[in-house]
Nanobody, 116 residues
């Protein structure tokens, strides 16, 4: 059974940092690309970051709204993908979801609230 379990969300002040984790199970994690998405209240879900497999160089892609502030990474030994979020802004407030794009698997999400 495929599972993606996000953690690490919470309340942070503008300018602060958080690191999200997504623990994956039920599939051979190392051979799959992984993504982080987010959905803000009243808005559509948008892709935040993508990471390819290490075998193909671990290519990363970011949305323009987070490039230079967020970093996606993976640990294939721990079957976990991370999202390091720095210089957080109020507009980063959203539920963040982990995704395995080729199979359409989603986690339940973790809420990030950026507010003073």
């Amino acid at each position: 059974q495929v599972q993606l379990v996000e953690s690490g969300g919470g309340l942070v002040q503008p300018g602060g940092s958080l690191r999200l984790s997504c623990a994956a199970s039920g599939f051979p994690f190392s051979i799959y690309n992984m993504r982080w998405y987010r959905q803000a209240p009243g808005k559509e879900r948008e892709m935040v970051a993508h990471i390819g497999t290490e075998y193909y160089g671990g290519e990363t892609i970011y949305s323009s709204s987070v490039k230079g502030r967020f970093t996606i990474s993976r640990d294939d030994l721990k079957n976990t993908v991370y999202l390091q979020m720095n210089s957080l802004k109020s507009e980063d407030t959203a539920v963040y979801y982990c995704n395995r794009p080729t199979a359409g698997d989603w986690g339940k999400g973790t809420l990030v609230t950026v507010s003073s």
